[in-house]
């Protein structure tokens, strides 16, 4: 079979049997791939050359296949098995949830999670990988790991600990049957070569992966073989970016809409003439931002996750030239504190008193008697919300940051998530 019949007869599995992974494969890029010595041998055209002897994937959407590897090394059931892991490797943003951990160890624990998700739903995949039993079992040669119910984060830190005692198993990462692309390399690269790589963002990735769920609940029945997969990426184990990478989106969106809003905040004399507004630029100074973070002080948020806290607003208030006004709330708001641009605040050395309950809705009271509206608020909370219905501020973006300790179960409802694990 030729590689093009193969993944039209792999998007036929797919749309009959899997309709989530249809989606996602149909919005994806696949790039064939022969190595330099396959092409001198082979010739032919149509394909990337890069030494790549079986797949690879980076974060932009593309998947990167082996013509042989595909075509000759492994069966057409392992075929549907490795695009349906490089697609979760995409939709789970785990090239971009990577931060400043050890590639290596990062590997294996996404393959540990992905693998296992996909082996409880009976998909085949090449012998000799990172494969865990589906009980969730996985045997290093000096130690073994269960990986049932974890996330990657969960995964890499305990192998991360394991190393520090001297098991290291970074070297199992060979045993993988892809490559990861961290640096986006090998998309210039194809691109050089002129093939036409996908640049999707992680927005992007987000809407592909809400479309592709709407798409497989229309179609239920047919959509169930690979439960445990489709839940794995729309959120049961809540797989997210890096807090602070998130974070760092919404700050940066607010400060380009403001910059934007202030430096086209007239319309052009051109305007009148052709019967449509066009934006003219000013010459006015950016106003500085202020934005809010509002902090849990029930006595449930633990003193190490509000110290990473303080730190991260203090980098971005820097890096951004914003303030942030600092609000610090249990059953209300008791106190309110300014970091201006440069990072200073008062001093907080000694904790934030609170313990006198949890109401979230405080914040919004606050700025009700404040008459006056924020355009971005981010929580750092525990998630242990206990009004039924909280309130919070209209028209207001917000994002929940939860304790490594808490829950996002309440709070998603609401709004953006996302775990403070590191």
Same mark, same amino acid.
């Given at each position: 079979m030729s590689f093009q019949d193969l993944l039209g007869s792999a998007l036929i599995t797919f749309s009959k049997r899997y309709?989530?992974?249809?989606?996602?494969?149909m919005r994806m890029r696949i790039i064939p791939v022969k190595t330099a010595e396959q092409a001198e041998k082979t010739g032919g055209s149509g394909y990337m050359i890069e030494e790549i002897p079986t797949m690879a994937v980076d974060a932009k959407g593309n998947i990167y296949i082996n013509i042989y590897f595909a075509t000759e090394s492994i069966s057409y059931k392992e075929v549907i098995g490795v695009l349906c892991h490089e697609m979760m490797h995409i939709s789970l943003h785990h090239l971009r949830r990577i931060g400043n951990r050890q590639p290596k160890l990062w590997n294996i624990a996404t393959d540990l999670a992905i693998n296992h998700t996909l082996v409880k739903d009976g998909i085949s995949l090449p012998a000799g990988g990172l494969i865990p039993s589906v009980n969730g079992d996985f045997d290093f040669d000096d130690y073994s790991i269960n990986v049932e119910g974890k996330s990657s984060e969960e995964i890499y830190k305990e192998l991360q600990d394991e190393a520090a005692k001297g098991n290291d198993v970074s070297d199992e990462a060979e045993k993988g049957?892809? %490559?990861h692309d961290?640096?986006?390399e090998l998309s210039n690269e194809a691109q050089e070569q002129g093939m036409r790589p996908g640049r999707m963002s992680?927005?992007?990735v987000q809407k592909v992966v809400q479309d592709a769920a709407s798409e497989a609940q229309k179609r239920s029945k047919a959509g169930s073989d690979l439960g445990n997969s489709m839940r794995h990426i729309t959120g049961d184990q809540k797989a997210k970016l890096d807090w602070r990478a998130i974070l760092r989106r919404y700050v940066t969106f607010e400060m380009n809409r403001t910059k934007r809003a202030t430096l086209y905040d007239r319309p052009?004399?051109?305007?009148?003439?052709?019967?449509?507004?066009?934006p003219m630029k000013t010459d006015k100074p950016i106003p500085t931002v202020t934005l809010v973070a509002a902090i849990d002080t029930s006595g449930s948020v633990p003193q190490e996750d509000l110290s990473k806290f303080h730190a991260e607003l203090? %980098?971005?208030a820097r890096t951004f030239k914003t303030e942030f006004d600092i609000l610090y709330w249990d059953a209300s708001v008791e106190d309110v504190k300014r970091m201006d641009s440069r990072g200073n605040i008062e001093d907080i050395s000694g904790g934030v008193a609170g313990g006198g309950g949890t109401n979230i809705s405080s914040v919004k009271l606050y700025y009700d008697k404040q008459q006056t509206k924020p355009k971005f608020i981010v929580y750092l909370t525990d998630g242990e919300i206990y009004e039924d219905r909280p309130e919070f501020v209209q028209g207001a973006k917000k994002l929940f940051i939860i304790t490594s300790s808490g829950t996002e179960d309440i709070l998603n409802q609401y709004g953006e998530t996302v775990k403070m694990i590191d």
């Open positions: 309709p989530f992974f249809n989606e996602l494969m049957f892809d %490559q961290y640096e986006g992680e927005d992007d052009a004399r051109v305007s009148h003439s052709i019967g449509t507004y066009v203090t %980098q971005l």
